[in-house]
């Protein structure tokens, strides 16, 4: 797994509440993700979860009150808070978060939280009447206002028995978010459509024609180009993966419903990158019951679907256009006659078959080919790699923005 924070120390404040225990997992999730882990406890948290969890993963002390003996307490609010380079604040309690909004600095955490500079997180966590409450409401949008990042709390059961806005969201939210907060926005205002994932053609009722792509590298473009602020599109057949956060995914089956969700879309695009592994055939008039087994020899008649990158090449205008070449010989030459065939700004191609590359798995091995014949040739790399370094190409080809006042 790639380590994105690797070299940062991130400060976890833990506040009262049932949901704390939860927090562990958000320490371990950001130690798998390279980050130095350190944690800060309100007195009242103590009562759900032992400081000495929170000491043993983190290995460092966990900072819980101003007036320690030792003398490396003595300034550890001032010192943690020069240190950090990200704060999470999860859960955050109504209180915690109306002391912050007021500037109210009476213990460890609210001292430290003072004295931060770093971006922090904060994850409302409560009884969904008390995060509904005017007071929390205002305090919130005071927080956002100075700067603070919110993580919208779960929806559903809550610990006190009523159901509603108020959860401690999945861990891996929490940490999804960080990732995102603290990526640059080089690609704030960018409209972005990515494809990923197989189609399917039904062959009857219950069978249909597929191929193993597991929708891995549209669904890691999709989730990079949203840490660097596109508006992101991803238009998938079926697949099994989590979507991408603040991604507006819109779920296909066949390659006919994937090219009316791509071409009714195309011309607010700023960038399309079509990765999914379209059906180029689709049955000729599919059965509409489940074809019994009557006979020796079964005779599909397949038709050819409309590809819809060479739709995309013929409508472009302004749009940087990416495809994706899936072969298993020949690769530079078939990869080439792609990018002429159908207009492409660049293609991404790869061998299918190979351990370390192709469907379904985290690594590909992939050669870059732009339209003026460049070509870069790439080492094994985890397809979260691929993805940000396909957006640092796609960048570099997109139109400079024009200078305002007739310059
Ligand atoms: N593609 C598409 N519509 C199709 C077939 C392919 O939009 N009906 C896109 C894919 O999303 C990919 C690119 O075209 O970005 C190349 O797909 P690939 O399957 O490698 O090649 P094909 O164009 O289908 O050609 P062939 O199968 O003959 O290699």
């Given amino acids: 797994?790639?380590?994105?924070?690797?070299?940062?120390?991130?400060?976890?404040?833990?506040?009262?509440?049932?949901?704390?225990?939860?927090?562990?997992?958000?320490?371990?999730?950001?130690?798998?993700?390279?980050?130095?882990?350190?944690?800060?406890?309100?007195?009242?948290?103590q009562e759900f979860v032992g400081s000495l969890t929170f000491q043993a993963l983190s290995g460092q002390p966990v900072f819980t009150s101003l007036f320690e003996k030792s003398d490396s307490a003595a300034m550890r609010h001032i010192d943690w808070a020069r240190e950090a380079d990200a704060v999470i604040v999860a859960p955050a309690t109504a209180n915690i978060i109306g002391k912050l909004a007021n500037g109210i600095a009476d213990d460890a955490m609210t001292t430290f939280m003072m004295a931060v500079r770093a971006p922090v997180l904060l994850c409302p966590s409560m009884n969904t009447?008390?995060?509904?409450?005017?007071?929390?409401?205002?305090n919130i949008d005071i927080l956002e206002s100075d700067g603070c990042h919110v993580v919208e709390?779960?929806?559903?059961?809550?610990?006190?028995?009523?159901?509603?806005?108020?959860?401690f969201p999945e861990p891996w939210i929490i940490v999804d978010r960080l990732l995102s907060f603290l990526t640059?926005?080089?690609?704030?205002?960018k409209k972005i459509l990515v494809t990923a994932g197989p189609t399917q053609e039904p062959i009857d009722p219950v069978r249909f024609i597929t191929n193993p792509s597991s929708g891995k590298m549209g669904f890691e473009i999709a989730r990079m180009a949203e840490y660097r602020g596109a508006e992101v599109t991803l238009v998938s057949g079926p697949v099994t993966l989590y979507e991408p956060l603040n991604v507006t995914c819109i779920r296909t089956q066949t390659t006919h419903e994937m090219e009316q969700a791509v071409l009714s879309r195309f011309n607010g695009m700023d960038v399309v990158i079509k990765s999914a592994a379209v059906a180029d055939y689709r049955v000729d008039n599919p059965s509409a019951h489940k074809i019994k087994k009557d006979s020796d020899q079964l005779v599909l008649t397949l038709v050819k679907n409309t590809d819809i990158l060479k739709e995309l090449g013929k409508a472009k205008t302004r749009q940087v256009l990416v495809g994706f070449a899936a072969e298993t010989r020949d690769l530079v030459e078939n990869a080439q006659k792609k990018v002429r065939e159908k207009n492409l700004d660049m293609i991404v191609?790869?061998?299918?078959?190979?351990?370390?590359?192709?469907?379904?798995?985290?690594?590909?091995?992939?050669?870059?080919?732009?339209?003026?014949?460049?070509?870069?040739?790439?080492?094994s790399m985890l397809k979260e790699d691929v993805a940000m370094l396909l957006l640092d190409r796609v960048k570099e080809l997109l139109p400079t923005a024009k200078r305002s006042g007739g310059q």
């Fill in 1 to 45: 797994m790639k380590k994105r924070l690797e070299g940062k120390t991130v400060v976890l404040c833990v506040c009262g509440g049932i949901a704390a225990y939860k927090s562990v997992e958000v320490l371990r999730l950001l130690q798998k993700q390279g980050a130095e882990v350190r944690v800060i406890m309100t007195q009242g948290v």
């Fill in 129 to 138: 009447h008390m995060y509904e409450s005017r007071a929390v409401q205002r």
């Fill in 153 to 167: 709390p779960g929806t559903g059961e809550l610990a006190c028995g009523e159901t509603g806005a108020g959860r």
């Fill in 184 to 189: 640059p926005k080089d690609f704030s205002g």
């Fill in 349 to 379: 191609a790869n061998i299918v078959g190979e351990k370390t590359s192709g469907f379904g798995i985290d690594t590909n091995i992939v050669k870059f080919l732009y339209k003026d014949g460049r070509r870069e040739d790439l080492p």
